[in-house]
Nanobody, 113 residues
Framework: QVQLVESGGGLVQAGGSLRLSCAASVSTFTFSAMAWYPQAPGKEREVVATLTSGGRSGYPDSVKGRFTISRDNANVYLQMNSLKPEDTAVYYC?????????WGQGTQVTVSS
């Protein structure tokens, strides 16, 4: 069983930066894939960053050049720069281990204009 705990969210002005962390109960090197999913009120979760065990990352055009996903042995990170009000959401960490999907509880990010 994998447990994930996100942190690092908060209130920031447009143009600012935040770094989200997702602390894992096991080594992140046991994960075949990792991702971050924001969920805004009334909307579905949409992936904004993915990372494979081989180190390949992917981003949608909406965040490309602004967001960066990375990891170390214990955490998965999301560096968010040049934040926009439309980035406001609860951000969830998601990982895959042994074909099972795990989610954290989320961390709130609010970007003011």
């Amino acid at each position: 069983q994998v447990q994930l705990v996100e942190s690092g969210g908060g209130l920031v002005q447009a143009g600012g930066s935040l770094r989200l962390s997702c602390a894992a109960s096991v080594s992140t090197f046991t994960f075949s894939a990792m991702a971050w999913y924001p969920q805004a009120p009334g909307k579905e979760r949409e992936v904004v960053a993915t990372l494979t065990s081989g180190g390949r990352s992917g981003y949608p055009d909406s965040v490309k050049g602004r967001f960066t996903i990375s990891r170390d042995n214990a955490n998965v990170y999301l560096q968010m720069n040049s934040l926009k009000p439309e980035d406001t959401a609860v951000y969830y960490c998601n990982v895959v281990q042994s074909l099972k999907l795990y989610w954290g509880q989320g961390t709130q990010v609010t970007v003011s204009s």
